[in-house]
């Protein structure tokens, strides 16, 4: 079949696949009108997309190896753009993304910018060479690049090591998200939902590998669209009355920035804001007394519990007494940890609302210029995470040749692009309901997707609205949102129909399998191909290979499924947490692989793991949640931004040792020379 009548069948399909999407939006608008129950609606959402997915699946499943590695090379552009899209637009982007700009107002941005930038490097250093090498994994480029006299396998070892630990962190965050949207849109316990999610993303990669995920991530990226810009156009319309927000919102914007004026003067909400700034110093002043005061606490605790029983507290009383007893830090340096935690929360809400149009808001000239900074070096580790991450670059081994390969990353950059320029909007609709409609409600009478979210997890709740000053009102600095749930609660929040609240939970447990099975099948296929076939077996028969790559992807899955449920910190610092290591330990081999001639083996050895170990130090010595102290800080960097440390030291160590050791073999030039010729 000719690639022009295999382009037009394609076409055919996708555009039917559509208009049947289409269809069942207004079906189930329909049944809802009618007083189809909201859960079935919910369930029918669900069913109908993971049946899609699967069905997608089965009729892809493949044991040829050039099938189920890179989709047989012969994926169109226009297509492998809409995959690769899908496999970008992760949880992070679609649930979390918006939320962001939501907390973070202007700052937010870093991410799009970093992104979107981090293509235009794989367009110019990455992509196009990728596809003229002509294999099929990220380790492998660099073991034939930098191979040494006798083989390539020092640098391979390494690249697979950090290939699967870059990988694995990145595929527990969208593991987390699907997890979130199956307990919220099917009523089963936040662990169960992520099993479940996981049975949909096996289903997919286990049997077709990256055929099967390939012509599903095309399915999920239509999904995608319609869930992302369908609620934006409602919402634009009945504010300001046009339906194309990217455009449109800034009146929106206006509107807020006044409103946030009003709320940084009101009484109430200084008052607020004290009670909070109370509640930090006497935390402060529990840490200045360790370890008596943990010792003092924990008696405190139990007398606490011991009093309500003999005097026969409420039950809900004695629970939540026992739970603070269960909860409370087991030693004085598990309690210095979380009261440094506690006493940040209350700090920030004991803050004025970050103005949403104000670049690096801050009380000081001084505190803006680290916001400042932070915002820079969280741009330059996306930009150079995005060039670096072995499941997007594996993508553009999939199209039948160079030429395509580059129309690939335009259509990419195109259909992410729709989505980019919608998230600001949603970001400012969704603050503009909240200000207007929660905020200065009655406390007693808060509007059910409150509680709907706060119980979906009760250790850690989703949503939080405590009347701290017994005014009965609502307060905007005793509202917490958790940024995760603004795009999932969008709907619910702007009170439109139900059906509207299933299409967006169809639409980010899209985007969550679609970027979940990219990562699951990027880290079997280094295993597989790289250990298993390159160092292990080299005799192994095609088959072999297929079966021992699905059998891993199995074993991880499992794995990362486990790590999600343990819920290891919010989406977007997952995410950000691997793009730092992913610009720390692959960029600067892959863009002096292909730009600078002298680079050896010593030399790509000592970059990855010079660059990734940097950014492992100061993860660990600057993140609570891992130990670590925000006083550990180098020039006040957040650790989400690590890599802007691991990049220079990698490519330092990179020339440094290359230069100190013997050139090249000249059989890895004679590559070099090959893919860089035009």
């Given amino acids: ?66 099938e189920y590695y890179v989709a047989g090379r012969r994926v169109p552009g226009l297509f492998n753009g809409m995959a690769t899209a899908a496999d970008w637009i992760s949880a992070a982007t679609f649930i979390s993304l918006a939320g962001g700009l939501y907390l973070q107002g202007f700052d937010g941005l870093a991410y799009i910018i970093g992104w979107t930038g981090g293509y235009c490097l794989v367009a110019l250093l990455i992509a196009p060479y990728l596809r003229k090498f002509g294999q099929y994994t990220i380790p492998d480029f ?6 040494g006299h006798s083989s390539g396998n020092p640098v391979r070892v390494l690249a697979v090591i950090a290939t699967v630990l870059i990988s694995f962190i990145y595929v527990v965050a969208q593991i987390y998200g699907v997890g979130l949207i199956t307990s919220r849109f099917t009523g089963v316990d936040f662990s169960v939902g992520i099993f479940l999610g996981l049975a949909s993303i096996l289903v997919c990669s286990f049997l077709g590998g990256m055929r099967a995920i390939t012509w599903t991530q095309v399915a999920q990226y239509i999904i995608i669209l ?34 946030e004026k009003k709320f940084d003067a009101d009484p109430k909400e200084i008052q607020v804001r004290a009670m909070f700034k109370a509640k930090a110093d006497a935390y402060d002043v529990r840490l200045r007394n360790l370890p008596t005061s943990w010792d003092q606490g924990r008696i405190e605790t139990q007398q606490y ?48 609302p970050i103005p949403q149009a104000t670049p690096f808001a801050a009380a000081s000239p001084e505190a803006s210029d680290i916001k400042r900074n932070n915002f820079l070096a969280l741009v330059f580790c996306l930009m150079l995470g995005t060039a670096a991450l072995p499941h997007i670059l594996m993508r553009y081994y999939t199209t039948p040749s160079v030429q395509e390969t580059r129309k690939s990353v335009f259509w990419t950059l195109f259909f992410i692009l729709l989505i980019y320029l919608t998230v600001p909007a949603l970001a400012v609709l969704v603050k503009y309901y909240v200000y207007t409609s929660l905020v200065g409600s009655d406390y007693a009478h808060l509007p059910e997707w409150v509680s709907y979210w706060a119980n979906i997890d009760k250790a850690h709740p989703l949503v939080s609205i405590t009347d701290i000053n017994h005014d009965g009102i609502v307060q905007l600095s005793e509202i917490v949102l958790d940024g995760d749930i603004i795009v999932l609660a969008t709907p619910e929040i702007a009170k439109l129909p139900y059906y509207i609240s299933g299409l967006v939970a169809a639409g980010g447990l899209a985007a969550a399998l679609s970027t979940a099975d990219g990562l699951l099948l990027t880290i079997s296929n280094a295993l597989s191909h790289d ?33 999600a449920s343990l819920k290891p910190g919010d989406i977007l610092s997952m995410v950000g947490a691997a793009f730092s290591l992913a610009a720390s330990a692959l960029f600067p081999v892959l863009a002096l692989g292909v730009l600078w001639k002298r680079g050896n083996q010593e030399g790509a050895m000592a970059a990855i793991v010079v660059g990734f170990a940097t950014c492992v130090y100061y993860m660990l010595h600057t993140y609570p949640a891992l130990g670590g102290s925000a006083s550990g800080q180098w020039f006040h960097i957040a ?23 013997p050139p090249p073999d000249p059989r890895a030039l004679k590559l070099l020379d090959q893919i860089r010729a035009p």
């Avoid at 069948?9 to 049944?31: M, N, P, S």
């Avoid at 790559?549 to 499992?558: G, I």
């Fill in 305 to 352: 519990l011991e009093k309500l029983k003999r005097n026969n507290g409420s039950l809900i009383e004695i629970r939540a007494a026992s739970r603070a007893l269960s909860n409370y830090p087991k030693t004085p340096e598990e309690a210095e940890r979380t009261w440094q935690q506690e006493k940040a929360g209350y700090l920030a809400r004991a803050e004025p």
């Fill in 226 to 259: 319609f869930a992302y810009l369908i609620p934006v156009v409602l919402l634009s319309t009945q504010h300001t009355h046009s339906p194309l927000a990217q455009v449109s919102y800034g009146t929106v914007l206006t509107q807020i920035t006044d409103i």
């Fill in 142 to 147: 660099l073991a034939a690049r930098y191979r």
């Fill in 1 to 66: 079949m000719s690639d022009k009548s295999f382009f037009w069948r394609l076409v055919r399909y996708y555009g039917w696949y559509t208009v049947g999407f289409i269809a069942l939006l207004v079906v189930l608008a329909i049944l809802e009108q009618e007083g189809l129950p909201r859960t079935w609606i919910g369930y029918l959402f669900m069913f109908a997309t993971v049946v899609l997915y699967a069905g997608i699946g089965i009729m892809s499943r493949t044991s040829d190896v050039s």
């Fill in 531 to 563: 250990v298993y076939y390159k160092m292990i077996d080299p005799q192994a028969s095609t088959a072999k290979r297929v079966t021992v790559s699905k059998l891993l992807l199995l074993v991880v899955a499992l794995l990362a499924a486990y790590t």
């Fill in 639 to 661: 650790p989400m931004a690590a890599g802007v440390f691991g990049v220079p030291a990698g490519l330092l160590a990179l020339v440094v040792v290359s230069l100190l050791t």
